[in-house]
């Protein structure tokens, strides 16, 4: 039984991990009809990013914080050059255009941090465990699954009751209305995808130290990322949430039973739900 | 211009051309018999993503598959060259033919998806049986057969020349056949579906059968180009059916330019002699795989032959419209 | 007799969930008629159309043309049984020339024939000859070698109109044949169409009243989901309920 449960608090733990990635390439697809391939290689660059705020500074807070904005920042720069020329293109340009981003990402990573991976410990205050009930718990696990929930807390409330909320719901299902209106809809894009980008640098820094730093994840992530978006629906936040914890509790619970078929077992899924539901649980025809 | 549209003339000499001259000018002839397996495989591609508008991340699939399976003939069976290719070009197909009828059933993204999907679970299969696929180290000892018909030995392939003459003599029959298949009424078939699906199907062509059939083709291509390299290597390796392959292909596609079979070849040579050159010196050179890959689909639509051809066109001082625009041009 | 509508349906409804878009419509097209389907916005002609051409498959009813049941025919199907459609909104091969688009359209109707990638596509000589026809038809010979997407709209709106013709079908089915085109370049599309309906059966939606009424032997009013009233354009003109179902119930405006 305790086994069932730690495997399940894993499973939700990694679950909002994946949504937190997941979240943004849904926003960035339902708002800019924009397919990101380069997603999971911004997880790793925030994961490696933390990495080595947390070499230089041995704080691992100063990481959680300022890994994620980078990313947002690189991001920004990224969309400013090269996604707009891409919004209007057909997905496959936006696909191989993002690839060619992936690879020049990944390919840093490697330069500068090496080819072999890195790890990265809890901070000092999480490093200990959690009673529950009769059974103990790492603490940083436990961190991880109520930070990321508050971050998705905030997502919601950025995305159904602020002004820039309703623009980015309003934009998904009309930019050009939007822009007749007077919305920067420019503005509007770019700051939508930093913002998404930049949770996937989020996701990064938080599975760091329970996942390690590898730097060939990023098409693992990007795959995962896409799983949780189909089954949840893409532009759905809901879709994210549910989808990714989905993901995250089978794929915790496989690796109890089935280890080597997790992956398998998660790419034919995917593929299932596609072709039986391409439009998953919450996403718009 | 009749002679250009013919499948012998054109952009087919071009192509003899560049065969006869690579390994007189590269520093090895390995390298141009790499060049010219590739130049298959990206041509195969290209039927997808130029001429029927599909992205697909799946092409590793049917090389890695190819591979195998010519591989496992010759070693278990004893199959000789010949049966070990036509094996390799049959299961290729098959699984084209599998992966294209699920695949197909979706368009757009989630097509790319499906194809995406199915190679990693392609992926994860070979590693998982590694009994037949030797796993992690791949399938070693890989022989290469004499090319032999009806009992009689017309050449040992020991030698880097003879297998590069081999290759280049398969590599010039698929170029013509894959003109011939561009220049019938499916290969039209398919620069319709491309331009216009929903069109084409009101006009009355059943557009998934004609996707599926040219995915078939492009399965066969590759698995026989993945087999061929199989035999070159002597060796199966594990990343022929893994998702950076497909990638790769779909690069060499994509660079050397999707509006005409000559780019495959183009694109192969591009990307295995930038590595070849660079990989020793630097070990991060794919960095500008990524680079070219922007800059192609940003500013250079038309790839390597795109920007030939235009070049060609400003020395000649030729004006692109008064070209024919039908698709008789395809080449 | 039967043999006398070369297309009819049965009770034919499509409803998008709730909301039945065709009621229940018992539609006859007369062969080598000129047949017109007009109505307000929200009547229903284009979910009707849509049922007609196979691109939706209705919720009830049926369709039968030459006597044959196609209620559930796909729709690329249809061509080779004979009935051939023209988009509302302009869908060309734009990056293809006109003669090339027309000779595609004509390569259609032999389906799954064009499978052969061992022939040469200058082979079929009837593909390239029926393009030529056609090309003549629609009067669009000075502009045959031009990108279909360089057309002005008039032309294109035309070469529509010719990619139905391409499949030889028995029914021509035109959906809003006329939609976005000047006012100089209407009579071309009218007598075009006046033409066709010599030597096919065509079945169109419209708005363009004044080329509804001169050309149309039999004209069909829809509202809200069903037919409001049926007959030639004479009846059709004056009859009250057809300016109420246009105008709206209050009358206003």
């Not at chain 1, 989905?246 to 299932?272: D, E």
């Not at chain 2, 003899?16 to 520093?27: D, E, K, Q, R």
């Not at chain 2, 039927?47 to 092409?59: A, E, K, P």
Request: proline share 3%; hydrophobic share 50%; net charge neutral.
């Amino acid at each position: 039984m305790n086994l069932y449960l730690f495997q399940a608090l894993n499973g939700i733990g990694l679950g909002m991990i994946y949504f937190l990635i997941s979240v943004g390439l849904t926003i960035i697809f339902g708002l800019l009809n924009f397919v990101n391939f380069a997603h999971g290689a911004f997880y790793l660059l925030g994961a490696y990013l933390s990495f080595s705020v947390v070499s230089i500074t041995g704080n691992y807070w100063l990481a959680l914080i300022l890994a994620p904005i980078f990313i947002a920042f690189i991001a920004l720069l990224c969309e400013k050059t090269l996604i707009k020329r891409v919004y209007h293109l057909p997905h496959t340009y936006q696909i191989l255009v993002t690839l060619g981003v992936a690879l020049i990402i990944q390919e840093l990573c490697i330069s500068i941090w090496g080819p072999i991976g890195k790890n990265i410990s809890p901070p000092d205050s999480l490093k200990g465990v959690v009673q529950l009930g009769e059974f103990f718990y790492p603490q940083y696990r436990l961190f991880v699954i109520v930070f990321a929930a508050i971050v998705a807390f905030g997502v919601w409330i950025l995305l159904d009751k602020t002004k820039f909320g309703a623009l980015v719901r309003a934009g998904s299902e009309d930019a050009e209305t939007l822009s007749l209106l007077g919305t920067h809809t420019h503005r509007l894009f770019s700051i939508t995808f930093a913002l998404g980008v930049g949770l996937a640098g989020l996701a990064g820094v938080l599975a760091a130290p329970i996942k390690g730093i590898h730097p060939f994840i990023g098409p693992e992530i990007l795959g995962l990322a896409f799983f949780v978006v189909v089954i949840g629906g893409m532009g759905s936040f809901t879709g994210a949430l549910v989808g990714g914890l989905l993901v995250g509790l089978v794929q915790s619970l496989m690796t109890t039973f089935w280890p080597q078929g997790a992956s398998l077992m998660i790419y034919g899924a995917m593929a299932f739900v596609i072709l039986l539901r391409p439009y998953g649980l919450f996403g718009r025809a | 211009m009749k002679f250009k549209n013919s499948i012998i003339g054109g952009v087919t000499l071009l192509a003899i051309a560049m065969m006869i001259l690579m390994p007189i000018l590269l520093p090895s002839i390995t390298l141009a018999t790499e060049i010219l397996i590739f130049a298959l495989a990206a041509l195969a591609c290209n039927l997808l993503l130029g001429y029927t508008g599909l992205l697909s991340f799946g092409q590793g699939i049917f090389f890695g598959g190819g591979a195998y399976t010519a591989s496992l003939v010759m070693i278990h069976l004893d199959f000789g060259l010949l049966g070990a290719l036509f094996a390799a070009t049959v299961i290729g197909s098959l699984l084209a033919f599998f992966v294209g009828a699920l695949a197909i059933r979706r368009t757009g993204i989630y097509f790319v998806m499906l194809t995406l999907a199915f190679s990693q679970m392609a992926y994860f299969l070979a590693y998982t049986f590694s009994d037949w696929t030797g796993g992690d180290n791949g399938l070693l000892d890989v022989p290469r057969p004499p090319l032999s018909l009806f009992g009689f030995v017309i050449s040992d392939l020991d030698s880097v020349e003879s297998f590069y003459l081999f290759v280049a003599l398969i590599f010039a029959l698929v170029f013509i056949l894959a003109r011939r298949i561009i220049q019938s009424p499916f290969g039209t078939t398919l620069v319709a579906i491309r331009e216009n699906e929903g069109r084409a199907s009101a006009v009355g062509f059943s557009t998934n059968y004609f996707k599926l059939v040219a995915f078939v083709i492009s399965g066969a291509i590759t698995g026989m180009a993945g087999a061929l390299y199989a035999m070159l290597l002597n060796f199966a390796p594990l990343s022929n059916i893994e998702l950076l392959m497909s990638e790769n292909i779909l690069i060499m596609t994509i660079i050397g330019g999707t509006s005409s079979l000559l780019g495959s070849l183009l694109g192969a040579g591009a990307i295995v002699l930038i590595g070849d050159l660079l990989s020793s010196i630097w070990p991060r050179w794919m960095m500008i795989l990524g680079a070219a890959l922007i800059a192609v689909v940003l500013f250079m639509p038309g790839g390597l032959w795109g920007g030939l051809e235009a070049l060609y066109l400003k020395l000649t001082g030729k004006n692109k419209s008064t070209q024919s625009s039908s698709s008789e041009d395809k080449k | 007799m039967s043999n006398d509508y070369l297309l009819q349906t049965s009770n034919l409804g499509l409803d998008y969930g709730a909301f039945s878009a065709v009621g229940n419509v018992d539609l006859k097209i007369k062969k080598g008629t000129i047949h017109t389907v007009i109505g307000p916005n929200g009547a229903g002609k284009t979910s009707l159309f849509h049922c007609l051409t196979g691109e939706r498959k209705p919720t009830r009813g049926s369709v039968l043309f030459n006597d044959a049941n196609i209620t559930h025919l796909a729709a690329h199907k249809r061509v080779s049984a004979g009935m051939s459609r023209s988009f509302q909104v302009t869908s060309l091969f734009q990056n293809l020339s006109v003669r090339e688009n027309l000779r595609i359209a004509a390569q259609g109707r032999d389906g799954l024939k064009a499978l052969k990638f061992w022939i040469s596509q200058t082979a079929n000589k009837a593909h390239i000859q029926k393009a030529e026809e056609v090309l003549a038809k629609i009067q669009l010979e000075s502009v045959a070698d031009r990108f279909a997407g360089e057309l002005s709209h008039g032309q294109q709106r035309v070469l529509e109109v010719g990619m139905a013709l391409c499949g030889s079908p028995e029914l021509l089915l035109l959906d809003e044949p006329t939609s976005g085109m000047g006012v100089d370049d209407i009579p071309i599309m009218t007598n075009l169409i006046a033409q066709l309906g010599k030597e096919h059966t065509v079945m169109l939606i419209e708005h363009n009243m004044r080329l509804v009424m001169s050309i149309s032997d039999r004209i069909t009013v829809m509202h809200q989901g069903n037919i409001l009233l049926e007959g030639s354009p004479d009846e059709i003109k004056g009859d009250e309920r057809v300016k109420k179902a246009y105008l709206g119930e209050s009358g206003n405006e």
